[in-house]
């Protein structure tokens, strides 16, 4: 080991609190103990941040200025040197997280990825439809329909495009790494933010993004910054690592302008169509992807066809302490409906109930995405093929105005390729930045401002979710990291709260990981961020800590929404989305109200400590993320929305948009299964 090697991991053992020690029950057997490299680590997250490497460096630097012997020293004399010189609180975050990544940390706090009765041997092998995959030399100059897009709506589109013999093209701009490289890393999946770039973020670089600030101001930003408003991007979007989810909105969710007024400064607005025009394809929505759940225990739900193809997943023992904190309370509970697998459903395996599942890909595939479902079925039929890795940079139009194709660019063979394909239909799946950006950069003679934006609506109401929640510790150990967590909701707030516009509703989290466990302890202020009291603090509080949280429905405002960059531009030369608005200030007294629900629930419960998260402020930048939506809103009218009610682009009867861009408002739950059952009910009318 060199010098520099050991006085890296001495600093950061010192940081996460081991190394040698004169206590008990601490670890004083040496550096690199347990299979922990953490010089090795902080020198590859250099390579990977420019700015990492500098800092370590520093650190180091002014140790030794400090503590020429400091690898000799006892931890508390470490402890000392560190506190006089001030560690930079980023690099804490970080040398803690990975820590915890590792079977030495987990075995300290009684962790394990794996589920109780372990993985089947072997792993099942599922088909993404890889025999439809084509590159980009085997595309052909036209096809009936191409998709934009293979998340939710693009993917559900796809296969009742390509069941009703269309040939069909599907784009999507991400890869499809396998179930194994998605169901590992904990600093590194799309719902967490530790600095380092995410297994489903565009990679290769070139792919900025621009935020404007409240006061003026603009920052540059990259998919693994949470401003960036980045989905999924790979086979199967967000579905492919989602937390599944499965709520339908309620029948006031579509009518939200109707109920409450509009309040000054919003774009509340009424849906088009109804919560009954949309049930039928909740239905088919339920059974084409298959949802675990229970109907009964929403006061604000609506009329059901039949009840859900699968029973909800069992209970845990946090779920049991929740439905006596609810009991206790008055409040109604109920199951937390879910796209995974109660039972095999389908050919595919029911949950093992691992306590790795929201941000990771599932290894038995028991969760429903489109990537083990609508794609490979499309794939089946013969009729649609996949092209991975690809950007569709703009639509092209004939003379007249009709789009007659898309204009395609990717890496492929070691350079960069473009080419032009041609449809008779184009249906855009994108998700709301993506969609609205691909509109932006389409402009034409006849819409110079952007296709279908001759009104200025384009981009414009960009949402997704203010989420409120709380944190909450026990005196006793109630958790039993049984996944995959959210077993029990309250929905007695999604709506009828007195003074708010909405409402939403809360839930019990998803089982964090370790990693996540330190970010949740250490944000809300619980544990200190280094050090032995933050070691101590995650052996006794892992197993002692729950969380509720849950998304408001946000009301958005007009200047909420997505411009394309005057100057900046992608690798590829297209020019980026620019990312303007805030929150809107009912949107922030909406999602406190959640946060103290959520705080009052864990106190019934039997909390002896609750924090809730931070309240008030209006955060710079606008909503986006994994529930993004409303860019392109659907409507009656032309001059206020950019679709028809069956999501016909104004003007543009061969292209629909089926991701949540149409979305209006975006309910008080998670929206992946209204997207679903919308994009059925928009491609099922086109195919009629």
């Not at 009742?160 to 093209?169: D, N, Q």
Request: proline residues 7%; contains cysteine; glycine residues 14%.
């Amino acid at each position: 080991m060199t010098e520099r090697t050991a006085l890296l991991t001495a600093v950061a053992e010192t940081i996460v609190g081991t190394g040698p020690s004169t206590g008990s029950g601490h670890d004083s057997t040496g550096s690199g103990n347990g299979g922990w490299d953490a010089a090795e680590f902080l020198d590859e997250a250099g390579a990977e941040l420019a700015d990492l490497g500098p800092a370590v460096e520093s650190l180091l630097d002014r140790v030794t200025g400090e503590a020429p012997d400091f690898s000799t020293l006892d931890h508390d004399r470490r402890q000392a040197v560190l506190d006089r010189i001030a560690v930079p609180p980023r690099l804490v975050r970080l040398v803690n997280a990975h820590y915890y990544t590792t079977p030495r940390a987990w075995a300290e706090v009684r962790w394990s990825p794996a589920p109780a009765d372990a993985w089947p041997d072997p792993l099942p092998t599922i088909s993404y439809g890889q025999q439809g995959w084509i590159t980009p030399d085997q595309l052909l100059d036209r096809y009936d329909a191409i998709v934009v897009g293979a998340g939710a709506g693009g993917g559900a589109a796809a296969q009742v495009l390509a069941e009703s013999g269309r040939r069909v093209l599907i784009i999507e701009a991400g890869t499809a790494p396998s179930a194994a490289e998605l169901s590992r890393d904990h600093l590194r999946n799309p719902r967490v933010n530790f600095g380092l770039d995410r297994l489903t973020d565009l990679r290769g670089g070139g792919w900025p993004r621009t935020i404007e600030t409240p006061d003026g101001g603009e920052a540059v930003v990259g998919p693994g910054d949470p401003g960036w408003g980045g989905n999924a991007h790979t086979l199967g979007g967000g579905t492919r690592v989602f937390g599944a989810q499965a709520w339908r909105f309620a029948p006031d969710d579509f009518r939200m302008a109707s109920r409450y007024g509009v309040p000054d400064g919003s774009a509340l607005a009424d849906w088009p169509i109804t919560y009954d025009d949309l049930e039928p394809f909740y239905d088919e929505a339920e059974r084409r992807f298959g949802v675990s759940g229970a109907a009964g225990g929403d006061p604000w739900a609506g009329p059901r066809s039949r009840d859900y193809p699968m029973p909800p997943i069992a209970g845990n023992r946090p779920a049991e302490r929740l439905a006596a904190g609810a009991a206790r309370l008055g409040w109604s509970t109920v199951p937390v409906p879910l796209l995974i697998n109660s039972e095999p459903y389908q050919g595919r395996l029911g949950c093992r109930r691992c306590p790795q599942c929201v941000g990771f890909a599932c290894p038995v595939e028991a969760k429903s995405g489109t990537h083990n479902t609508a794609i490979p079925a499309a794939v089946a039929t013969g009729n649609a093929s996949v092209l991975l890795g690809s950007t569709v940079e703009k639509l092209i139009t004939d003379p007249n105005g009709r789009v007659i194709k898309v204009a395609v660019v990717g890496d492929h063979g070691g350079g960069v390729w473009r080419r032009e394909v041609a449809a008779t239909e184009f249906l855009l799946g994108a998700g709301a930045i993506e969609t609205a950006r691909l509109l932006l950069n389409s402009a034409h003679d006849q819409e110079p401002d952007g296709l279908g934006n001759l009104h200025d609506q384009v981009g414009r109401y960009l949402q997704a979710h203010p989420y409120g929640g709380a944190t909450g510790l026990f005196d006793e150990e109630v958790t039993d990291l049984v996944g995959p967590g959210p077993a029990i909701a309250t929905c007695d707030f999604r709506h009828g709260n007195d003074g708010l516009v909405g409402g939403g509703m809360i839930a019990e989290e998803f089982v964090p990981t370790p990693a996540s466990t330190y970010a949740y302890l250490t944000d809300a202020g619980l544990i200190p961020r280094h050090g032995r009291a933050a070691h101590d603090g995650m052996r006794h509080w892992l197993r002692r800590m729950l969380r509720v949280v849950g998304p408001y429905q946000e009301i958005s405002t007009a200047d909420s929404r997505v411009r394309l960059d005057p100057k900046l531009t992608d690798r590829y030369g297209i020019r980026v989305a620019r990312l303007t608005g805030t929150l809107h200030p009912e949107d922030v007294r909406g999602r406190d109200y959640l946060s103290e629900r959520a705080a009052e629930w864990l106190t019934a419960a039997g909390a002896a400590r609750v924090v809730t998260a931070p309240r008030g402020g209006r955060p710079g930048g606008p909503n986006g993320g994994q529930h993004q939506a409303g860019s392109c809103r659907m409507g009656d009218d032309p001059t206020r929305s950019v679709t028809d009610p069956v999501g016909r682009v104004w003007g543009h009867e061969n292209v629909r948009i089926v991701d949540g861009s149409t979305h209006v408002t975006n309910g008080g739950v998670n929206p992946v299964l209204t997207i679903l059952a919308n994009s059925l009910r928009i491609t099922g009318d086109l195919v009629r």
